[in-house]
């Protein structure tokens, strides 16, 4: 079994930044990719980023190309999302999930953090 471990999420004016982290306890075949999706209240769960360990392969959602960056720390087994000029319409609870292959499909990752919530006034 692999837990995931989210943190960093929080409550931040409209324009500025947050780092997330997510905490894997092992890295196996079955969690060689790393994605982090994000659901506001009443919304359907949606697709941010995803990564590979060796980072070799990168995918953005089009609403968060060049605001949001994912990195890994492998010797950690930590993967990062940087969020930059935060919008209100980003406010949503941020998850993270491991699985086998790259997919903006939920249902193809088959572990899950906890979630952690992220706020942006106006």
């Known amino acids: 079994q692999v837990q995931l471990v989210e943190s960093g999420g929080g409550l931040v004016q409209a324009g500025g930044s947050l780092r997330l982290s997510c905490a894997a306890s092992?890295?196996?075949?079955?969690?060689?990719?790393v994605a982090w999706f994000r659901q506001a209240p009443g919304k359907e769960r949606e697709f941010v980023t995803s990564?590979?360990?060796?980072?070799?392969?990168?995918y953005y959602a089009d609403s968060v190309k060049g605001r949001f960056t994912m990195s890994t720390d492998n010797a950690r087994s930590t993967v990062y999302l940087q969020l930059n000029s935060l919008k209100p319409e980003d406010t949503a609870v941020y998850y993270c999930?491991?699985?086998?292959?790259?997919?903006?499909?939920?249902?193809?990752?088959?572990?899950w953090g906890q979630g952690t919530q992220v706020t942006v006034s106006s």
């Open positions: 999930a491991a699985g086998s292959r790259q997919s903006t499909d939920p249902l193809v990752y088959s572990y």
């Open positions: 092992r890295r196996t075949t079955s969690t060689s990719v």
């Open positions: 990564i590979t360990w060796s980072g070799s392969v990168l």
